[in-house]
């Protein structure tokens, strides 16, 4: 999430140190082009058959205790050209987003805009308003990055100065009670939940949810470091207990912060003369932090606040809506089908979270008006229900898409091969398949799939999702052949650890990719009796 890297700092214990930290790929990571030439996958024997080239690659001594799964189909003929364990139920990892884009992208279509809105249940009168400016989330998560909202407090302050606005005798509400679930998604490691990959997923969000944190040595061996959080605004308490030790000490920085605290904690050492040491990590209250900063628009477009920044979640309701509020400025985010190609491009978690809550909402909406009151049920659940609709016309069974939240952090999500390759095939089939195609990274060209398979034949060919955590690895996207067949795949490897010096875990998916785009007549495949895949949802 949230940088042009995938690397997923990710806590071995409670503390985020210097010396403590773990990798975690989740979402596939951004290997360095020296590392890319040297996992590069080597061309498979050109007279074995496609199911020979993957029966011998998988079935390699150091993969006796995995569990590997693949579905390959085509596009063109709807028929299976390779599967093993197809059926078979294993964790998606970050493939698991191209289940989500799928939902929001049949919700909402690719051209849809999410509002952020100040709301208002008064009257201006005289330049005066007499109650509270709300500050209403909608769930984009683009808010502050985007070209188009990256000045959006000052764009929703010019709206209000030029409606004659002068004088707010009220709060600000910061209100992010759009979406009527918890910040974090089902399944979410406590551990994660300080980290930049697992930032909240809240309706009212801002600059991605995250915040960077550098340490600074003093000048001086014995005083403290300095500990700047970049926005300043968004760690609304830090407490710092770093000092600076002796030269070629070995630095031990500690970051903590429970989940539900907004304090950060900072202790342990750094070297002086050593360089500054930054970290990124999530936002504990994006809402307040929204607020703040449109308070100090507000200021700067001449509009005096009489009261505070009051930031509400759920469960908690904004009284002030409980009268009908009507909408006085607003800024609307790119168009859905762009946050979707961000979002798998780089394998960005909020974005994912937000569009199935968003979905959520949307489907509660729906069925009320179709069933009038259904009792609560989070919006991450109303988003799982839309999904698995979905997925039942499209002629996927339940049982063969098991998730629980957007991102693929949890490991609690279960996918089989073929349900991941006739996703494919059905989004490949539908108005907004160009949207899907352009937002999967490029085999050796950008996204998490940027230094991977370059100078093959899948290079500028394969357009995948990729996924990856401990023990996990994925890739699940489209190719085409070297005879122009289109097809739809998914390789999932899981309970996979490489052995000391065996290739890295993607340089065989890689391998696998390459054979698809190299592939020929498909001799030896199992296309012969394989039943058609739909590509239509049923009636």
Known sequence: MGTSSNLHRRL?????????????????ALATPEQAAASAPAPAP???????QIDTLIGEPRFAEADWGISVISLDTGRTIYA????????????????????????????????????????????????????????????????????????????????????????LIADATY????????????????????????????????????????????????????????????????????PRTRNDINLYRAPGDGVLYAFGNIAVRSPAQTYKLA????????????????????????GKVQPVQWPRRDPALMAPPHTLAEVLSPPLGEIVSRGLKRSQNLYLQNLLLLAGVKAQADAEQHDGEAGFITS??????????????????????????????????????????RLLAFLASQPYAATVQAALPVAGVDGTLQW????????????????????????????TTGDGERLAFAIMLNN???????????????????????????????AAGAPAVATHPAN
């Not at 071995?12 to 140190?17: D, F, Q, R, S, V």
């Not at 050109?46 to 020979?52: D, G, R, V």
């Not at 052995?499 to 030896?524: F, K, Q, T, W, Y």
Request: charged share 15%.
């Open 12 to 28: 071995t214990g409670i503390l985020l140190g210097a010396g403590m930290l773990g990798i975690s790929l989740a979402g596939g």
């Open 46 to 52: 050109s007279s074995m058959s496609l199911s020979q």
């Open 84 to 171: 093993y364990h197809a059926d078979q139920l294993l964790q998606p990892a970050s493939t698991a987003k191209l289940f989500t884009a799928a939902v929001a992208l049949s919700e909402f279509g690719p051209d849809y805009r999410i509002p952020t809105r100040v709301l208002a249940t008064g009257d201006i009168h005289n330049g005066q308003l007499s109650g509270p400016l709300i500050l209403y989330g909608m769930g984009d998560p683009t808010l502050g990055t985007d070209a188009s909202t990256q000045s959006w407090p000052d764009q929703l302050a010019e709206q209000l100065a030029a409606q004659g606005l002068r004088h707010v005798h009220g709060d």
């Open 179 to 246: 979406f009527a679930s918890p910040t974090m998604g089902t399944g979410w490691e406590a551990i994660d939940l300080q980290s930049w990959f697992a930032v909240p997923a809240t309706a009212l969000s801002v600059g991605e949810n995250e915040v960077n944190v550098t340490i600074t040595p003093a000048q001086t061996a014995g005083m403290p470091a300095e500990v700047t959080p970049d926005p300043a605004e968004a760690i609304p308490s830090l407490v710092n207990e770093i000092t600076t030790s002796q």
């Open 283 to 306: 936002v504990p209250d994006p809402a307040r932090y929204a607020g703040n900063l449109l308070r100090e628009a507000l200021a700067r477009h001449g509009i005096q606040m009489d």
């Open 380 to 421: 991450e659940r109303w988003g799982i229900r839309a999904m698995h609709q979905l997925l039942e016309q499209i002629g996927i069974s339940p049982s063969a898409s098991v998730i629980e939240e957007g991102t693929g952090l949890s490991r609690r999500n279960l996918a089989t091969p073929n349900a991941m390759a």
């Open 452 to 479: 991977r398979m370059r100078n093959t034949p899948a290079a500028n060919n394969v357009r995948a999702k990729t996924g990856s955590m401990s023990f996990v690895h994925c890739l699940a996207g489209y190719v």
């Open 496 to 526: 996979y650890n490489p052995p000391e010096g065996a290739p890295s875990a993607s340089r065989d998916l890689d391998a696998i990719a390459v054979m698809l785009a190299g592939l020929r007549g498909h001799p030896g495949g199992v």
